[in-house]
């Protein structure tokens, strides 16, 4: 795990003792997830959880340290003289998912821009041991895990959840001066740089540092919003002629269907018609049935066991086919025969010739 600093945001709600200074017990810090942008602007999220808030060790780094006007960066005994403005009293104390602690703001300047609002603001600076494991807290996912919180001070701040600057995390998003930087800067005012997007840098006041990161990610999640909107109008879009080409496919088949329903029925009823003309009931029988039924009427010697369907159609149409032949070849085969049988018969002189010679025999005359 790395060793990071961070700053968290509470607001004072003061009064004015007797000897002027600000006293109050404000809340100073939560437990759950922070959000911090990074200096390439990506968003992260550190989960505070309660387990380390309310540690009694860390509860115990609050006691004495002290309160800055803005976030010097580091304080300790080389610069707490010239940044100090008071004083947090006693160890912190769990009030509900809150911190609360005592504090006691002393220096005339803090006191003013407290009461006037310009300073109001509180936000923690500490140390962290960052367990760089995501995971989820309530429902809700995270990057990292701070652990073993240790308090430096506590800032009056003008702005807060504004953006990170430099290399120092801050938890209150307000200015924050590089933790690595020199203990003691110059007094007055700390620049900061300012790049813009185009490359260019320029000394800037904190909070100016600050506003403008703000505005930047604001325009950076308007440009996310944009862009998911575009994706999902693009995938509607998509959805929608989606289910254009489906209906157009419907119709087709629908259509198909419809004309090869129409063919079925006119084929069944041509086949129907033909069997009807030899004596063949159609009802119960599918068309191969009925086919089998007519060949076995018009071609009794043809074996039809384990043909298949092709073969039972080309038996079935050249039965059908040549029973008109058929019928014509018995007829002339009758008309034939009855002819042989008449010119069998005697007629005339040879007739009466015939029937002399019977009854000379005693035989039966021949008609």
């Known amino acids: 795990m790395k060793q990071v600093t961070r700053y968290d945001v509470g607001e004072i709600r003061a009064s004015v003792n007797e000897d002027g200074y600000l006293q109050d017990t404000p809340v100073v810090g939560r437990v759950g997830i922070q959000t911090y942008r990074n200096p390439d602007g990506s968003v992260r999220r550190e989960l505070r959880p309660p387990e380390e808030v309310f540690k009694a060790d860390s509860l115990a780094t609050f006691k004495g340290k002290p309160i800055t006007l803005g976030h010097p960066g580091a304080v300790n005994a080389k610069n707490a003289k010239r940044h100090q403005v008071?004083?947090?009293?006693?160890?912190?104390?769990?009030?509900?998912?809150?911190?609360?602690?005592?504090?006691?703001?002393?220096?005339?300047?803090?006191?003013?821009?407290?009461?006037?609002?310009?300073?109001?603001?509180?936000?923690?600076?500490?140390?962290?041991?960052?367990?760089?494991?995501?995971?989820?807290?309530?429902?809700?996912?995270?990057?990292?895990?701070?652990?073993?919180?240790?308090?430096?001070?506590?800032?009056?701040v003008s702005k807060a959840r504004a953006g990170d600057v430099a290399t120092l995390n801050l938890d209150g998003d307000e200015e924050v001066l590089n933790i690595d930087a020199d203990d003691n800067p110059p007094k007055g005012t700390t620049m900061q740089k300012l790049r813009l997007d185009s490359g260019l840098e320029y000394e800037a006041a904190p909070e100016v540092v600050v506003a403008y990161q703000a505005l930047k990610q604001d325009a950076e999640d308007a440009k996310s919003k944009l862009s998911d909107a575009t994706n999902t109008i693009t995938t509607l879009t998509a959805e929608r002629d989606t289910l254009k080409a489906d209906a157009a496919e419907f119709d087709n088949k629908l259509k198909v269907a419809r004309e090869d329903a129409e063919k079925s029925i006119k084929s069944r009823t041509e086949l129907e018609i033909k069997a009807s003309k030899h004596g063949i009931k159609c009802d119960g029988l599918d068309d191969a049935a009925v086919k089998k039924a007519v060949i076995i009427k018009l071609k009794p010697g043809l074996n039809l066991d384990g043909k298949d369907d092709a073969y039972i159609s080309a038996a079935f149409d050249f039965a059908v086919d040549s029973a008109p032949m058929e019928k014509q070849r018995q007829i002339v085969n009758q008309d034939r025969a009855e002819a042989r049988n008449d010119a069998a018969q005697p007629t005339g002189a040879a007739a009466a010739r015939q029937k002399y010679i019977d009854r000379l025999h005693g035989n039966k005359e021949s008609k």
């Open 86 to 156: 008071g004083t947090m009293l006693d160890i912190a104390q769990q009030d509900g998912d809150n911190l609360k602690v005592p504090i006691i703001i002393h220096a005339d300047e803090a006191i003013s821009r407290a009461t006037t609002g310009k300073s109001k603001q509180l936000s923690l600076g500490y140390r962290l041991d960052l367990d760089e494991t995501p995971g989820e807290w309530n429902g809700q996912p995270y990057d990292a895990v701070q652990r073993n919180i240790r308090i430096n001070h506590l800032a009056l």
